[in-house]
């Protein structure tokens, strides 16, 4: 592949460039039945000394098949890897700031991604997929950066689920200074990664980026044809004090200050993924038994097992039924673990089952299959 550029060079280091790859075609390379590249176009802006980045850059469509794999005596064809990607666009715009960390607004968006999955041969479709990533000086402490991510597909197809969905990463409240010399840290072990003083290093980046009790969020959505989904996890950190944590691993368990977990699923979709999970585990356990109950059978045990497990968990407290949607929110403070308000021990009593999740799934649901009635004594 010939890649070709125009570039006009400062003597302080700043540049403008053009980059244009032609299209490629190619057929039967290595593990690639097809690949066929529809070629690519950019143009980047450097500052003087590196002060500054911004551009964007295009490739209009991509088709990579992979070889099937060669199958056994007596077996099919395994279906073969398929991703075809339309429409990407990235671009950057970043300048260097506090720190010598760079510091801005990147982003990618792709019209549609087309996987298809090896082992059913059905395709995961996703249209519009995006990411939009920023890093900046947080608001009240300029000492301090925030760097955030969100991830979002206008459409996500994947039989049986169809829906839209997000997905956000924040990491607030990082110690601008650590987080520079972390950046350092990992281009040194790259270039030494044997040297015997890195995990020492390591270890004092990161009780100073604990000093600054940073805060990572976690938080999805989605909009799904059997339902809708909400689920945010925040986890603030502390310095863990002074223990050695290769002597006393457990101790790194006092660097999480407090946590945050909420969950909100239609009852639908809770039900559906549930039913799904343990239709797969009888399957499993039947095999494992050398049993083959049919479809029907099958799906009525797992439907009344998720029933069960389900209401063993509202009455246990676990999980709240809100209307048509079920609800859990989990918080941890003070050393003390509560869900939905109730403390639970982090240790449980020895001798303690290990709760309604922790049982086999029977393979005959209790009262679906009729028992023959024993003959009457004359």
């Known amino acids: 592949m010939c890649i070709r550029d125009s570039s006009q060079v400062a003597f302080d280091g700043a540049s403008n460039t053009r980059i244009t790859m032609p299209p490629l075609t190619l057929n039967d390379v290595e593990d690639l039945q097809s690949f066929k590249f529809a070629g690519l176009q950019g143009q980047f802006q450097v500052g003087p000394r590196g ?53 801005g607004d990147s982003s990618f968006k792709i019209g549609e991604l087309r996987i298809q999955d090896p082992a059913t041969g059905a395709p995961v479709i996703l249209t519009n997929l995006g990411m939009d990533a920023t890093a900046a ?23 049986p ?15 601008g200074a650590a987080t520079a010399q972390l950046q350092e840290w990992q281009q040194s072990m790259a270039a030494k990664p044997d040297d015997p003083q890195a995990l020492d290093e390591l270890l004092k980046l990161v009780k100073a980026l604990l000093r600054g009790k940073p805060e990572f969020v976690f938080d999805t959505q989605a909009k799904l044809t059997q ?42 979709l809770a039900e559906t993924v549930l039913t799904s999970m343990a239709r797969e585990q009888i399957l499993a356990q039947a095999g494992e038994q050398g049993e083959q109950p049919g ?57 303690e089952d290990e709760g309604v999740f922790g049982e086999e799934i029977p393979l005959e649901p209790d009262g679906g299959v009729e028992e023959e009635e024993a003959p009457e004594q004359q």
Do not use: C
């Open 51 to 103: 002060a500054a980045v911004q551009g964007d850059m295009t490739v209009s469509s991509l088709e990579a098949v992979g070889k099937p794999e060669v199958a056994g005596e007596g077996q099919s064809a395994a279906s073969h890897l398929r991703l075809d990607l339309r429409d990407l666009a990235m671009t950057v715009n970043q300048r260097k700031g506090a720190f010598n960390l760079m510091l």
């Open 137 to 159: 000086l947080n608001a009240q402490n300029p000492q301090q950066v925030d760097v955030e991510a969100l991830f979002r597909a206008d459409k996500i197809t994947a039989d």
């Open 161 to 175: 689920w169809s829906g839209t969905g997000s997905m956000r990463l924040a990491f607030r409240n990082l110690d």
């Open 227 to 268: 339902g809708d989904w909400q689920g945010k996890l925040t986890l603030n950190f502390q310095d863990f004090g002074e223990i050695d944590p290769l002597q006393n691993p457990a101790g790194l368990l006092g660097a999480l200050e407090k946590g945050l977990a909420e969950i909100a699923v239609s009852k639908t």
């Open 295 to 351: 479809e029907q059978a099958i799906q009525g045990m797992a439907a009344q097992q998720v029933a069960e497990q389900l209401q063993d968990l509202v009455a246990a407290g676990f999980v709240r039924l809100e209307g048509d949607q079920y609800k859990s929110q989990a918080r941890f403070e003070g050393g003390k673990l509560l869900v939905n308000g109730q403390e639970i021990p982090l240790a449980p009593p020895a001798g």
